[in-house]
Structure formats: C-alpha cells, structure tokens
C-alpha cells in the first residue's frame, strides 16, 4: 500500500516519550474495556424483534423457502445458524459474535484511514469515539446487515484511499462494492464518502484523467459482478409470489422523503444524547475545521453521509452503527479541538463513562423472558406450524403474516401482502404470539386495533384464545349465556373443551373431552348456560410460572 501523503491534523507532544507511551496505553485499555463492555451485551441484551425477523429468514432459507434476492447477503453468509443445536437466543447470540467480528474490522479501518488525515495521538480517538457513540455501542454488533455492509464499504473506502489503485486494489473495491449493494441498497448512502476520496486521490494525482478512467472500470466492473450475484442470487432462489428484487428496489426507494423531513428526528435527538462526544467533535469539525482545501473536501466528503438523517425514514438507532463509521473519520479535526481542550485521556474517560452508563441501563431480565416464551412455545408446538406475529420471534416456524414494522404495516394496508383471512384459509394457524402493542391490544378488551383491516381483527379476536402471556392458540371462547350458533376454525386438529358440555356439530362434548374439527364452519349449542372454551391442543398445559408481564421486547 502507497500512503497519501498530505499535511495532518496535529496535537502538541507529551512532554517526552515516556508519557506518550502511557497516554497510549491509556486510550488502548479504554478501547478495549468498551469493547469488553460491548462483548458482554452479545450475550446478555434483549434480543431486537429485526433480529428474530433475520434469524427466521436464515430459517426460511434453511427449509427452501427464501425467495428475496436482495438485502439478504448477511442471511446467506450464516445460513449454517440453523443447524446450530441452540435455541432462537443462543443462535443470535452466535450470529452476534460474528458480527462482532465485523465490526472490529470496521474499527481498525477506521483508525488507519483517521491516521492519513491526523497523527497518532488523534486517530486513535477515532475508532474509540465511534464505538462509545450510544447506538454504535447498543447495536454495533446486532444481527443485522449493518456491521457486514458498513465493514464492506469501510474496506473500500480503505483501498480507495491508502492503495496505489492498481488492477487489484480496484477489482477488490468492485468486488466489496457490489457485495455491499447486495447485502443492503442504502450502501448508496456512502456515495459521498467516495466521492470526497476519490476527489482528494484526483487532485494528489500526477496523471488525473488516467485515474479518472480507472475509477470509471472500476465503477462499471462492480455494476456487472453486482448484476452477476444478482442472477445467481434469483437462479437458487424459489419462486417468489412477486419479483422480488424489483420489490426491494421500490421499497427501498420509498424509504426516501417517504414521511418527510427528520422521519425518525426522535431517535436522532437519541443518537446525539448517547454520544455527547461524538456530537460535540462533529459540531467542532463543522464550525472551526482550518485544515487544507484538498483535506477538508475529503472529510466534508466522509461526513456527508451522516445527512441522510435527514430524509431516511429507517434512520433507527442501529442506523447510527452504519452510517457514522465515516464519520468517525471525517470528524477528526473536531476529535484534535477536544483533545487540545481536555486532553487525550479526559476523552478516553468520557468514552468509557459513557459505556458503563448504557450497560448499566441495559434490560437484561427482558432476555431472560424472551427465552421463557420460546421454550413454551416449543413445548405446546413440538412440530413446525405457521403462526402470527410482529417480527418472526419463533424462527424455524413460517411466519403467515407481514413484518409488523410501520413500513410493512402500510404495505398490508394498501393490499399488497397477504391479509391474515387470505393466510387463514391458505394455512393452519394454530399459533398467535400477540407480541407487540398492535396484536395485543386488538386481542384485549380496548380491541380491536385500527391498525388490522376490519375483518383480520375480528377473525383474530374471534379465532384465537388466551393461553399463557402473550401465546394464543385456536379456538372459539362462548361467553355465560351464549347461544346457538355458528362458528369458524383457523386451524384443523385436536381442540380440547374446557369450562360446560356443549353440543358441537350435533354431537354433546363433556367438558375435557377432546376432538377433531377441520379449517371449516362448524355449529354450537349450549347445554349450560356457563362458559365454554374450545382450544386447539390435546389438553395443552401450562407453566407453573408467572408468564411476562408486558411484550418480550424493549425499544432500541
């Protein structure tokens, strides 16, 4: 690798090697303590509901049945998480570490290309300041495709900078740049990032049109072997109920200006209140960067991404993991003001402070709970059913409804997914997990949810009762006092009458006994005038323990 030799961003010397070294080691101990501290959260924070959602698409990819193209790179490269002999958690768990892996990837990229612009002193700040920032700290190392795709970029971006931009460093950025644009379209969102770098390698260059040239091969190689995974991705696909790829396209375009200025502006008022340091770097960079023309285009360059807040609507705090690594870089004559004004070590601290602070905080009881429902869940369904849910939390199960995001939500609205009558009468749904404030509310007594077509909550209410927390089985509740009537079943299979006999279909069923009933309209009478309950199952049981008192999951 040929370095860029430009003037860097400096701070005045200890007073002699001997604190250099310590002040070295200083920052070194406290990026290793957050990294410890961010380790620890692997195995004992909540698990996200987007992680269930890609944890049940490795599954789904596992039984045959992914048919997505796009923005599933990170769901390919762990398909073998299946076939892990652990429980939903302990696979994220897993998935987790290597995504761990990625994103120490991502911080070394970050202090060598920070030490092209800054002395050591500086640069070693960089990938620290970056890594305490509260939503890198909380979700750096979540399953998602965040940490893959923002290490893919960063090791372009690293190449595109630091190498002499020979055949093989280019055809290495085509490949890392296409794979990015696989695993995740809004790898667009780096584009200023390039461009900063590219301009800065342009204006050092003693032969700039000839480098312009290679760039272009460059981009044009990385459109083809994006175009090549693509068409391998589609051939080993099953056949999806829509073109899948074009889906993704309109989707992800739709995430733009979609609900207008500052979409998630809460999560960023988050995102800057976690990371005051960061922040404050950042607004330091903006206000009194001196450094040269050809530096200083390159870091407004690196920072540009970060304005996407501004119009993505999926700008969450794990967006923050992705879009700041850049940043990080980019924000370094910021990151010199605050250590000229605090010193290197006050920093150092103030990150660590921060660390503790957002582990301490941590809901770790919530995982806990989370395993509780799983292991119950499999307990009542030993065998693979489909099921309702908001996020796809029993992984190896199909899922019969749409992701219940806000986006997925609009798409359910307008009729473009499967409402859950059509899954109903396509599928055996014995299964609601009522695990989200939509789900649950349409099934209590302020239901039903505005949010569910008229019709799915009603069949929803109506279809499905309690059993333990948030699992709802199939079946039919008859209130004291009801009457004959009609009734339908979601769910063909065993159902077990609990509370007084019935007549059902013709036939008197004692209370405790069992029988058959298929996905079909079937008759009630009453022969008490107390309650009856038919519930799917052969004498389902339940667990001594108290069940969760609120939703297996926590905000961001």
């Avoid at 390039?194 to 981009?219: C, H, I, N, T």
């Avoid at 390159?298 to 540009?304: E, H, S």
């Avoid at 250590?339 to 402070?353: E, I, K, M, S």
């Avoid at 509740?477 to 279909?505: C, E, M, N, W």
């Amino acid at each position: 690798m040929s370095a860029v030799r430009r003037a860097r961003i400096r701070l005045q010397l200890p007073a002699n090697a001997a604190a250099a070294r310590a002040e070295r080691r200083t920052v070194l101990a406290v990026l290793a303590a957050v990294l410890l501290l961010q380790l620890e959260l692997v195995f004992n924070r909540p698990v996200n509901w987007d992680e269930f959602f890609h944890l049940n698409q490795v599954h789904a990819l596992a039984q045959g049945r992914l048919s997505e193209v796009l923005q599933v790179l990170h769901i390919r490269a762990l398909g073998w998480l299946a076939f892990l002999p652990l429980d939903e958690v302990g696979q994220i768990q897993v998935s987790r570490l290597v995504m761990f892996a990625f994103e120490a990837f991502t911080l070394t990229a970050i202090y060598a290309m920070a030490r092209r612009f800054s002395h050591a002193r500086i640069a070693l700040l960089a990938p620290l300041l970056y890594l305490a920032a509260g939503n890198v700290f909380q979700h750096g190392m979540s399953f998602r495709a965040d940490p893959l795709v923002t290490a893919l970029l960063m090791a372009a971006l690293w190449l595109l900078l630091v190498t002499k931009l020979g055949w093989k460093a280019l055809a290495g950025m085509a490949a890392l740049l296409a794979l990015a644009g696989l695993a995740t379209i809004k790898a667009v969102l780096f584009a200023p990032a390039f461009a900063g770098l590219a301009w800065y390698r342009l204006a050092q260059s003693e032969q700039p049109k000839w480098l312009v040239v290679k760039l272009a091969g460059m981009a044009a190689l990385s459109a083809i072997l994006f175009a090549a995974l693509v068409a391998a991705s589609q051939a080993i696909a099953p056949p999806a109920l829509t073109d899948s790829a074009a889906a993704t396209v309109r989707t992800s375009r739709d995430m733009l200006l979609a609900e207008g200025l500052f979409p998630r502006w809460h999560y960023l008022l988050l995102a800057i209140g976690t990371a005051p340091l960061f922040a404050l770097a950042l607004g330091a960079t903006l206000a009194r960067s001196n450094v040269e023309r050809g530096t200083r285009i390159a870091l407004i360059g690196l920072i540009l991404p970060l304005a996407s807040v501004v119009f993505y609507r999926n700008a969450y705090p794990y967006f923050f993991a992705f879009i700041l690594a850049p940043v990080a870089i980019g924000i370094g004559p910021g990151i010199a003001w605050l250590a000229r004004r605090y010193a290197v070590r006050t920093v150092a601290f103030g990150c660590l402070l921060g660390a503790v602070v957002l582990s301490l905080i941590t809901p770790r009881a919530v995982l806990t709970e989370q395993r509780q429902v799983l292991a119950e869940v499999h307990r009542l369904f030993p065998k693979r059913v489909a099921y309702f849910d908001f996020s796809g939390m029993v992984s190896a199960f199909p899922k019969a409804n749409v992701f219940m995001t806000t986006w997925g939500q609009t798409r359910y609205r307008n009729g473009e997914v499967e409402s859950y009558a059509a899954a109903m009468k396509r599928l055996n749904v014995p299964l609601l997990l009522a695990n989200n404030d939509v789900l649950q509310r349409n099934q209590s007594a302020e239901g039903p949810a505005w949010e569910l077509l008229p019709a799915d909550a009603a069949a929803l209410r109506a279809g499905y009762v309690q059993h333990w927390g948030p699992i709802w089985v199939a079946g039919r509740r008859f209130p004291k006092g009801s009457t004959a009537q009609v009734f339908a079943i979601h769910a063909a299979g065993t159902y077990t009458l609990d509370g007084s006999a019935a007549a059902i279909d013709g036939k008197r069923v004692e209370p405790g006994s069992t029988l058959t009933l298929e996905n079909a309209s079937h008759s009630f009478v009453p022969l008490s005038p107390d309650e009856s309950v038919l519930r799917w199952g052969d004498h389902l049981g339940r667990p001594a323990a108290a069940s969760p008192a609120g939703f297996p999951f926590k905000d961001f």
